[in-house]
């Protein structure tokens, strides 16, 4: 019998695990949904099908869901299914959980044997024509396009077997994938990533080892139309320090974070560094070349958040706000310190471009922001907007106290080819209902507020990344043979 989940900031308020799955034909829609907008829009995030074995619980470790919404014809139909990885259903067949926090092996059941710790809980990617599921520690994990069914994980014909990115990049240009794997020998293994190249089709072409000063929580890298960048942060990962009674994954107060540049098809022994004072990014919104310099706009924070320092001690949220910074890298010059140049102080998540444009330079940023709650991530973003990072010009939407907002994502218009040209579309949740939308804009005019709600008849628990792929886009014709 399926214990009561403990009281924990991640498992409250729109929190709450909804721990089941659904399906909806042709959901209600208030407003209309434009002529020009066909395709998919997916969300992952976690929802954990047991409580934890730790008397806390930390957001990412929970079991990943995903929610599809299927827009044909001006009628949306949804479903929403867990990642049923290996770890899941030897969980769901033992009725409890078995692996401790990320699959920390000192406080895991014995029974999980050798079964790898994957949520599959991150982010949710269409290339090759496949759909995975993913997360940071482990190999994707491949599901239907449509029926969201869990096929297995994804090993590239075995070329990737260990851990994959969070947050691959699509080069829309040319098609191909570039991804990196952070910790690929495990906690205690040899400092290096992996970082890969792979093609139109879904087939590993390239792949190249770097070597990194001390294994970090690496969730995102850099990368333009010729280089790449691999963020080293101070949010380390040490297993030695767990043994000691320390946490397994800390911020190392004082240590600077580091970057390892290299050309886009180099090797390791092109690898440069640059430095600059403690910071901390989970995401960017895009990166591009110009004047022999990357040009880089981030969400950064002076300190991460949800994890303790060295000591244990958890930060606050105003410590670890992020806001949307300009990071500069001089190739041609003779420093090797990253540039900084604040563009808002809004606390922030999740800034997207128009991902057709991404390592090339564009100037408008889709993101959720928060203007009235105290701790954002917890109790949920309650705003979302479009700012240009040219001029600093917002347009915002406030969707109202105890409102939570996730990831706005571009979603172009058929035929569209030009940056911004169509509509932005997000998640939110509203505490009058207790039910959630999926919210579209017109995506230059988000002041002006929806111009469409698509109403889901209940809650979706607070996640992280979404994706919408547009029926005439190519990535869209190869998973669903359109």
């Known amino acids: 019998m ?11 308020g729109h929190h709450t695990p909804i721990r089941f799955e659904a399906e909806a034909p042709d959901l209600i829609v208030t407003g209309e949904i434009p ?15 047991y409580p934890p074995r730790e008397d806390s619980y930390h957001w990412f470790d929970g079991d990943g869901m995903v929610f599809g919404f299927f827009i044909e014809d001006g009628r949306v139909s949804m479903r929403n299914r867990w990642v049923r990885t290996d770890k899941f259903e030897k969980e769901l067949e033992a009725g409890r959980k078995l692996y401790g926090a990320f699959g920390n092996p000192m406080t895991s059941d014995p029974a999980i044997g050798d079964t790898r710790y994957n949520t599959g809980n991150t982010n949710i990617v269409l290339h090759g024509g496949k759909l995975l599921a993913l997360m940071e520690g482990a190999p994707p ?3 239907g396009a449509r029926d969201l069914s869990t096929i297995s994980e994804y090993h590239y014909d075995g070329a990737i077997t260990t851990t994959f990115s969070a947050h691959p990049k699509v080069d829309w240009g040319t098609g191909e994938m570039l991804n990196f794997g952070s910790m690929i020998h495990g906690p205690m293994g040899p400092k290096e990533i992996r970082y890969d190249h792979i093609d139109a089709d879904g087939a590993v072409t390239g792949s190249e080892i770097i070597e990194v000063p001390f294994t970090t929580l690496m969730h995102t890298f850099l990368a333009t139309e010729n280089w790449v960048v ?7 990962i040490s297993l030695e320090r767990m043994m000691k009674g320390g946490p397994m994954t800390a911020w190392v107060e004082g240590r600077e974070a580091r970057f390892a540049v290299m050309p886009r098809n180099g090797s390791a022994e092109d690898v440069r560094w640059f430095t600059m004072p403690p910071r901390h990014m989970f995401h960017e919104l895009n990166a591009w070349e110009e004047d022999g310099r990357i040009v880089a706009i981030v969400a950064s924070s002076h300190r991460a958040p949800l ?6 001690e958890m930060p606050e949220h105003s410590e670890t706000r992020f806001g949307l910074t300009k990071w500069t890298f001089d190739l041609s010059g003779d420093t090797n310190e990253v540039q900084e140049e604040e563009l808002t102080d809004r606390d922030m998540q999740f800034p997207r471009p128009d991902d057709r444009k991404m390592m090339r330079r564009t100037r408008h940023g889709f993101c959720n922001i928060n203007i009235r709650a105290r701790d954002a991530r917890a109790e949920g973003l309650d705003a979302v907007m479009r700012i240009d990072t040219e001029t600093g010009a917002e347009d915002l939407h406030d969707f109202g106290k105890g ?7 571009f979603a172009p218009r058929l035929g569209g080819t030009d940056e911004a040209d169509g509509y932005a579309m997000t998640l939110v949740y509203s505490p009058e209902t207790n039910e959630t939308d999926l919210a579209i804009f017109a995506a230059q005019d988000i002041a002006n507020g929806p111009i469409a709600r698509v109403h889901i008849p209940f809650r979706v628990p607070g996640g992280f990344h979404c994706n919408y792929y547009s029926a005439d886009s190519d990535l869209y014709r190869r ?3 359109a």
């Open 141 to 143: 994990v491949e599901m």
């Open 307 to 312: 994890f303790p320092n060295e000591q244990g």
């Open 230 to 236: 691999f963020p080293v942060m101070p949010l380390e």
């Open 403 to 409: 409102a939570a907002a996730g990831e706005l994502i």
């Open 2 to 12: 399926a214990q009561q989940f403990p009281d924990a900031p991640y498992l409250n």
């Open 479 to 481: 998973a669903f043979g």
């Open 35 to 49: 002529d020009d907008l066909a395709g998919v829009f997916y969300r992952n995030g976690p929802d954990p099908l």
